[in-house]
């Protein structure tokens, strides 16, 4: 039995993070190890099967591995199968002070991730007009032909803002259900004094 960080026993990894993510740390030499004797995927299988994230970090550089024996094929297979079969995300540290960064911005991803904090994952658009054509595809119903032809009528995304429900129908392929979808994702009901 190993002690999480916040000091309770655990027989699934060494350390649970926040609460949030659990984490297996492993020198390269005891990785080779736990891949040759077996070790390795019992404690995959238990840290995949737990409730909270899992994590493996491998802690070392390309001297320790190497001195391990163990062979590149072999070392590839157990990576593979960790990350691709057991589904466990893998990340790489050179030493014990990386390892234990690490593991706080793990924390730090995994508490701004549960605020709704999500980084985007997708290119940021350059220039103006790709600009303004990105934040009006993120509305209700508008996709890229029709965030055109919205900017093409209004010239701005405060003017698409402030357009009515009447108007934005006026534009062709741009019904009554999609006008309403916008003005509903862009406004907000007037709160009454003391509300």
Known sequence: STTVAEGTPTS???FRVDGRLIVERKSLHDFAISVLD???FSQAARLAGSTIPS???LEGTGADLRASGISRVALQGALVSI???FRIPVLRSAAPEETAHLMLYCANQMRAAAKGALPLHRHRPKGKRRTQLAILQGLPGVGPKRANALLEKYRTVEAVIQATSESIQE??????ETAEAIRWAVTEAAAKFGE
């Open 12 to 14: 699934i990894a060494e």
């Open 55 to 57: 994590v493996l970090i």
């Open 171 to 176: 534009i062709p392929g741009i019904g009554r």
């Open 38 to 40: 077996g070790r390795l």
């Open 83 to 85: 990350s691709l079969v």
